[in-house]
Nanobody, 117 residues
Framework: VQLQASGGGLVQAGGSLRLSCTAS????????VGWFRQAPGKEREFVAT???????YYADALKGRFVISRDNAKNTVYLQMNSLKPEDTAVYYC????????????WGQGTLVTVSS
């Protein structure tokens, strides 16, 4: 599978953005897909994960503001980001691994989100 992240851009604080991670391949439903982000000068951090069913998991600090969802028919996982803050500014990456494995071994190219104050 290959991943393509999109949807980043410039938004004012308090605004919303929806990122998309679209995958190639016919076995997308068997993949766990996660979102990560890397802010300037900081290490990459986990944002959220979606399993093939409805199971999701979030970084504690982002619960309630970010929502991950997936549409297996469209081979796409979304990250809805609400009430954005300047500290959410980062390059956002999606990544995937087959269910049953634990290491994200497929990465998209990243999409830049900039939140202005």
């Amino acid at each position: 599978v290959q991943l393509q992240a999109s949807g980043g851009g410039l938004v004012q604080a308090g605004g919303s953005l929806r990122l998309s991670c679209t995958a190639s391949g016919r076995t997308f439903s068997r993949y766990v897909v996660g979102w990560f982000r890397q802010a300037p000068g900081k290490e990459r951090e986990f944002v959220a994960t979606s399993w093939s069913g409805d199971n999701t998991y979030y970084a504690d600090a982002l619960k309630g503001r970010f929502v991950i969802s997936r549409d297996n028919a469209k081979n796409t996982v979304y990250l809805q980001m609400n009430s954005l803050k300047p500290e959410d500014t980062a390059v956002y990456y999606c990544a995937a691994h087959l269910e049953g494995l634990s290491l994200y071994d497929v990465w998209g190219q990243g999409t830049l989100v900039t939140v202005s104050s």
